[in-house]
């Protein structure tokens, strides 16, 4: 059993940014971000494989998002970049045994970390 811890989030003004990280107990292989807006389906964000040669984006922040991972210490970071509205949410860190961007495959999830950008 693997446990996610998801920090970094807060409250933040449009086109400013915030770094989101999740720390596993123990080893992973793909490490995802996901978001949540109220009233909508948990999303797919950013995902990395175990040796950072795969990543994956959704379109809508693409150029903006950096997601990254740092093995020794078990976490993968999110550098998000110049935040809209759009982008509050709350973001929850996945983790699978598949290179995929699809939210079923994904086996441990953290708790998860509000983001808002305000207008």
């Given at each position: 059993?693997?446990?996610l811890v998801e920090s970094g989030g807060g409250l933040v003004q449009a086109g400013g940014s915030l770094?989101?990280?999740?720390?596993?107990?123990?080893?992973?292989?793909?490490?995802?971000?996901f978001r949540q807006a109220p009233g909508k389906d948990r999303e797919?964000?950013?995902a990395?494989?175990?040796?950072?040669r795969w990543t994956g984006y959704a379109d809508s922040v693409k150029g903006r998002f950096t997601i990254s991972r740092d093995n020794a210490k078990n976490t993968v970071s999110l550098q998000m970049n110049s935040l809209k509205p759009e982008d509050t949410a709350v973001y929850y860190c996945?983790?699978?045994?598949?290179?995929?961007?699809?939210?079923?495959?994904?086996?441990?999830?953290?708790?998860?970390?509000?983001?808002?950008?305000s207008s």
């Open positions: 059993q693997v446990q770094r989101l990280s999740c720390t596993a107990s123990g080893r992973t292989f793909t490490t995802g971000w797919f964000v950013a990395i494989s175990w040796s950072s996945g983790a699978g045994w598949s290179i995929t961007m699809r939210r079923t495959d994904y086996d441990y999830w953290g708790q998860g970390t509000q983001v808002t950008v």
